[in-house]
């Protein structure tokens, strides 16, 4: 059974920096895909940042050169490094990951971030 474990969300001012981080563990764990997604209250779940087993990255369009996604296949972690935060990044981020192409079927249970002003 696959299981993803998010850290290092929290509160910060505007223009500061987060670095979340998500361990995945199994009896085989070996996702083709990674990613962090967010939701804020009232809105749907997007995709933040996405990396593949060989590295192919996809980020969605609000990140603007804003975040870095990066994984350690050998260690099963993903990282998404967060610089120059917004209030409108608040949202509580989840790590999922997909064994097969982008079928994101297990997910953490989420990170509060928040950004104030």
């Known amino acids: 059974q696959v299981k993803l474990v998010e850290s290092g969300g929290g509160l910060v001012q505007a223009g500061g920096s987060l670095r979340l981080s998500c361990a995945g563990s199994?009896?085989?764990?070996?996702?083709?895909?990674m990613a962090w997604y967010r939701q804020a209250p009232g809105k749907q779940r997007e995709l933040v940042a996405a990396?593949?087993?060989?590295?192919?990255?996809n980020y969605g369009d609000f990140v603007k050169g804003r975040f870095t996604i990066s994984r350690d296949n050998a260690e099963n972690t993903v990282e998404l490094q967060m610089n120059n935060l917004e209030p409108e990044d608040t949202a509580v981020y989840y790590c999922?990951?997909?064994?097969?192409?982008?079928?994101?079927?297990?997910w953490g249970q989420g990170i509060q971030v928040t950004v104030v002003s």
């Open positions: 990396i593949t087993i060989r590295g192919i990255i």
């Open positions: 999922g990951s997909a064994m097969y192409q982008y079928d994101y079927d297990n």
């Open positions: 199994g009896k085989i764990f070996r996702p083709n895909a």
